[in-house]
Nanobody, 123 residues
């Protein structure tokens, strides 16, 4: 089992920045870690993913160039640096882990999930 705990969410003005963290415990090896988000009344959507060695990263088109995913395996922590935030980035952000081959862009590809952290971007 893997336990994931997100932190770092909050309220920020448009154009601002936040850094989310996801601390993993338990069986902490995960081939891929991902971030997803779910806005009120919408389906959960893929944001970013990173492999174990951090040499492969993937982003949704909507966040490419503004968000950066990274991981520190020594600390069992994954980060999501979010810059130039927009009101449409407002959502609950979830950290997820998978051990399959390759990364995934859907919720079904990830077995372990955190409880989520709220990010609100005001205009």
């Amino acid at each position: 089992q893997v336990q994931l705990v997100e932190s770092g969410g909050g309220l920020v003005q448009a154009g601002g920045s936040l850094r989310l963290s996801c601390a993993a415990s338990g069986r902490t090896f995960s081939s891929y870690m991902g971030w997803f988000r779910q806005a009120l009344g919408k389906e959960r959507e893929f944001v970013a993913a990173i492999n174990w060695s951090s040499d492969n990263t993937y982003y949704a088109d909507s966040v490419k160039g503004r968000f950066t995913i990274s991981r520190d395996n020594a600390k069992n922590t994954v980060y999501l640096q979010m810059n130039t935030l927009k009101p449409e980035d407002t959502a609950v952000y979830y950290c997820a882990a998978r051990n399959g081959v390759g990364y995934g862009r859907t919720s079904y590809d990830y077995k372990y999930w955190g409880q989520g952290t709220q990010v609100t971007v005001s205009s």
